[in-house]
């Protein structure tokens, strides 16, 4: 009923709408109204043509109604469907949102599980560090206790060990201190040697001289008065330099510089032994003087090998003049000597002998070296002393003979020292 009255009114409201907007139907209207009451009575028809004459507006009216009714039915389909994707949409969303529900349930039991293990593992770690701890603690109680143990079995050995060491320590060492004497040498023939000794062995070098000239003034240094010894085991002699550097240092020493020869002073080595103020030396201890020899090298002409000689006489001269002197003979005198008691003018004496031509002052029957106290076969754990100068290399030449090169000489140098056999060779 509602619809129909509805559609009525659409009706109604589309002819009105119609009538408004045809301008010939509103003149007419306005210039002839017609009323009902005048208007003339028809003529009746035959059903036939009532039938085939229609109404143009009711057609449109009928026209309109069943577009209207498509129109409404179109309408209530859309709406329809549009319904129904409301529904299914809002069951889309029911759907989603009981998805999403359940992943943040899933979620929610994933990390309490996660937290579960995670306080479980804690748990866990929490009892192996005490575990741990517990055990290192007992272990560091154990550890304590064997190093206790063995602490005191270190210490037993530790102190085994030092007193063995200190024992051969005690032995390495003499018991003695060295003496010293103004007058070193005593009535019975026994010369006193201290520890302000001073070792002359070998070729005698510039090294020799450094090593010699630097212990003089250390032991001045030390003490004026008491004696330094110059100790000559064997020396060939060596270079004239070195050995006036010696001389000198032992000329300015203000305390007295004795040279002592256990077994063979030669050349320069015999020219220090018989310049020094005080000298000693075995009996068997042989002493050799002789003039300076020289050999010469290269391509010279005269006048070179002129001015060698030359240089070599004023060398000769400044060593052989004071030796000479101390003998009471001349230097011509000393030469022809020399050769009268040799061919190659080497004069080598026994130590007796040499006492007598003033070479040496003393002879001695015996030599007690006091500075002597500590082994010398220990090469560790000594207390700070001079130390030799350090021998030179030997080597074999082409025909199988050991030599050893001397070391450079300085300008003006010359080496005065015995060599026979040339084992002493320059470069």
């Not at 320590?169 to 040498?185: G, I, M, T």
Request: net charge neutral; charged share 25%; with cysteine.
């Amino acid at each position: 009923m509602k619809t129909t009255t509805r559609s009525a009114l659409v009706l109604l409201g589309l002819a009105t709408a119609a009538f408004a907007q045809d301008p010939a139907a509103k003149a007419t209207a306005a210039t002839a109204p017609i009323s009902i009451a005048e208007k003339p009575a028809d003529k009746p028809e035959s059903a036939e043509k009532k039938e085939e004459k229609k109404d143009p507006v009711k057609e449109e009216q009928e026209k309109l109604t069943a577009e209207n009714n498509l129109a409404a039915a179109k309408l209530t389909a859309e709406t329809n469907a549009m319904r129904s994707e409301i529904t299914r949409l809002k069951m889309e969303k029911d759907l989603l949102a009981e998805r999403l529900s359940l992943a943040a349930m899933k979620r929610q039991v994933a990390q309490e599980e996660a937290m579960t293990k995670i306080e479980a593992e804690k748990a866990q770690i929490v009892r192996d560090n005490e575990l741990a701890k517990a055990r290192a603690e007992y272990l560091t109680n154990e550890l304590k206790a064997t190093q206790s143990q063995s602490g005191i079995e270190i210490s037993k050995l530790q102190n085994q060990i030092a007193s063995m060491e200190m024992e051969t320590k005690r032995k390495a060492y003499a018991d003695s201190k060295p003496v010293y004497l103004e007058n070193p040498l005593r009535d019975d023939g026994t010369l006193v040697i201290s520890d302000r000794r001073i070792a002359l062995n070998g070729p005698i070098t510039m090294a020799t001289a450094d090593h010699i000239t630097d212990r003089i003034d250390f032991y001045n240094n030390s003490d004026k008065k008491m004696p330094i010894f110059i100790v000559i085991d064997q020396s060939p002699g060596g270079s004239v330099m070195a050995g006036y550097r010696i001389l000198k240092a032992m000329e300015s020493s203000d305390a007295p510089v004795h040279v002592v020869v256990k077994s063979f002073a030669a050349s320069m080595a015999a020219g220090i032994t018989t310049l020094a103020k005080e000298s000693y030396c075995y009996p068997n201890a042989i002493i050799l003087h002789h003039q300076i020899s020289s050999t010469l090298f290269g391509q010279m002409n005269l006048t070179e090998q002129g001015e060698v000689v030359k240089e070599s006489q004023r060398w000769w001269t400044r060593l052989a003049s004071p030796v000479a002197a101390k003998m009471g003979v001349s230097t011509d005198e000393f030469i022809k000597r020399m050769y009268e008691h040799s061919s190659s003018g080497d004069w080598s004496e026994f130590g007796e002998d040499a006492q007598k031509l003033k070479w040496v002052n003393h002879i001695v029957s015996g030599i007690e070296e006091t500075s002597f106290t500590k082994n010398p076969d220990l090469k560790s754990g000594a207390p700070a002393a001079p130390q030799p100068v350090a021998e030179m290399k030997e080597e074999v030449d082409a025909n199988g003979r050991p030599f050893s090169y001397l070391p450079r000489l300085t300008p003006k140098d010359v080496y005065f020292m015995y060599n026979p056999d040339q084992y002493y060779r320059v470069r």
